[in-house]
């Protein structure tokens, strides 16, 4: 099926720069692609580099008109599906799609897709078993993928008190009786958490699984629909963290690593905050100018 021009986007206009970065892109792909890999003739009258717009718009399945508009930079109103076919009619690999997906602010719906099967689980254990200090894995929705035995020590109340096989953050914070007196100033800590998915899955916008989960949270929790509502933007950048233990309070420094093309998956450390490091934050300062007479 061959797919006509698109409609343009509604709302704000849309970047030139990042639309001509796209045709620039999607021209290199082109240019790349070699004919005869493809099964096509190569020919003695070939000028240009690679194959011709008009042999990827068949390729892709879309009209030659919107193909070329597209690669000279000329709009940035393309839908999902239309990113698919050209990731697949220039075989991208998912290096170049995701950068494909991300110049034309679409969410890959590759990324993130509920399955199953993980096909890095055995390296997501292994990383977080070379860690010293509590770690664990996120994927792009926030659902735990492997974590060390000291996570299931400090985090024993979430990982093995949630429902499912790959327990979820924000479910556990927002759904879970337990977790407003296992984590220090809950109502503050959860707010922020909605701030911070909010931020970290902008690229989710239209996956219909994100859509799913956050509509499904916001019926189950009225704190999560307020928070979400608030539509309140803060970035996963780590800090500190407190959890009410059986101990006592336990106060860590969480750090925030992602890891490269993994779709969204992220690894946390929390570090033990050291007892000089915890008098130093405690300490009164001292004033800046002498007092007045």
Same mark, same amino acid.
């Given at each position: 099926?061959?797919?006509? +021009?698109?409609?343009?986007?509604?709302?704000?206009?849309?970047?030139?720069?990042?639309?001509?970065?796209?045709?620039?892109?999607?021209?290199?792909?082109?240019?790349?692609?070699?004919?005869?890999?493809?099964?096509?003739?190569?020919?003695?009258?070939?000028?240009?580099?690679?194959?011709?717009?008009?042999?990827?718009?068949?390729?892709?399945? #879309?009209?030659?008109?919107?193909?070329?508009?597209?690669?000279?930079?000329?709009?940035? =109103?393309?839908?999902?599906?239309?990113?698919?076919? #050209?990731? +697949?009619?220039?075989?991208?690999?998912?290096?170049?799609?995701?950068?494909?997906?991300?110049?034309?602010?679409?969410?890959?719906?590759?990324?993130? +897709?509920?399955?199953?099967?993980?096909?890095?689980?055995?390296?997501?254990?292994?990383?977080?078993?070379?860690?010293?200090?509590?770690?664990?894995? /996120?994927?792009?929705?926030?659902?735990?993928?492997?974590?060390?035995?000291?996570?299931?020590? *400090?985090?024993?109340?979430?990982?093995?008190? @949630?429902?499912?096989?790959? %327990?979820?953050? *924000?479910?556990?914070?927002?759904?879970?009786?337990?977790?407003?007196?296992?984590?220090?100033?809950?109502?503050?800590?959860?707010?922020?958490?909605? @701030?911070?998915?909010?931020?970290?899955?902008?690229? *989710?916008?239209?996956?219909?699984?994100?859509?799913?989960?956050? =509509?499904?949270?916001?019926?189950?929790? @009225?704190?999560? @629909?307020?928070?979400?509502?608030?539509? +309140?933007?803060?970035?996963?950048?780590?800090? *500190?963290?407190?959890?009410?233990?059986?101990?006592?309070? /336990?106060?860590?420094?969480?750090?925030?690593?992602?890891?490269?093309?993994?779709?969204?998956?992220? /690894?946390?450390?929390?570090?033990?905050?050291?007892?000089?490091?915890?008098?130093?934050?405690?300490?009164?300062?001292? =004033?800046?100018? %002498?007092?007045?007479?």
């Amino acid at each position: 099926m061959i797919r006509s +021009q698109e409609p343009a986007a509604t709302g704000a206009a849309p970047s030139v720069a990042r639309a001509e970065q796209l045709g620039a892109f999607v021209r290199a792909a082109r240019e790349r692609l070699r004919p005869e890999a493809l099964g096509l003739p190569a020919g003695r009258r070939r000028r240009a580099r690679g194959l011709r717009r008009e042999e990827v718009a068949a390729l892709c399945g #879309i009209s030659p008109t919107w193909y070329t508009w597209i690669e000279q930079g000329r709009t940035l =109103a393309v839908s999902v599906a239309t990113l698919e076919a #050209i990731a +697949q009619g220039l075989r991208l690999v998912p290096a170049e799609r995701a950068y494909l997906f991300r110049l034309a602010a679409r969410a890959d719906p590759q990324v993130g +897709q509920a399955s199953t099967f993980d096909p890095h689980a055995d390296e997501h254990a292994e990383l977080v078993r070379m860690v010293r200090c509590p770690a664990y894995v /996120l994927d792009a929705h926030w659902d735990v993928l492997a974590h060390n035995r000291k996570a299931q020590r *400090l985090l024993r109340p979430w990982l093995t008190g @949630a429902r499912t096989a790959e %327990p979820n953050l *924000l479910r556990w914070v927002f759904l879970h009786p337990a977790a407003r007196d296992w984590i220090v100033d809950w109502e503050s800590r959860a707010h922020r958490l909605a @701030a911070e998915y909010r931020a970290d899955t902008a690229h *989710l916008r239209d996956d219909p699984r994100h859509r799913r989960f956050v =509509a499904a949270l916001c019926e189950d929790s @009225a704190e999560f @629909a307020r928070a979400w509502g608030s539509q +309140q933007v803060l970035e996963r950048e780590g800090g *500190l963290r407190a959890f009410a233990t059986a101990d006592g309070v /336990l106060e860590y420094r969480q750090f925030t690593l992602r890891l490269a093309a993994r779709g969204g998956v992220k /690894l946390i450390l929390l570090q033990p905050l050291s007892d000089a490091a915890r008098e130093d934050r405690t300490a009164p300062r001292a =004033a800046s100018h %002498p007092p007045a007479d």
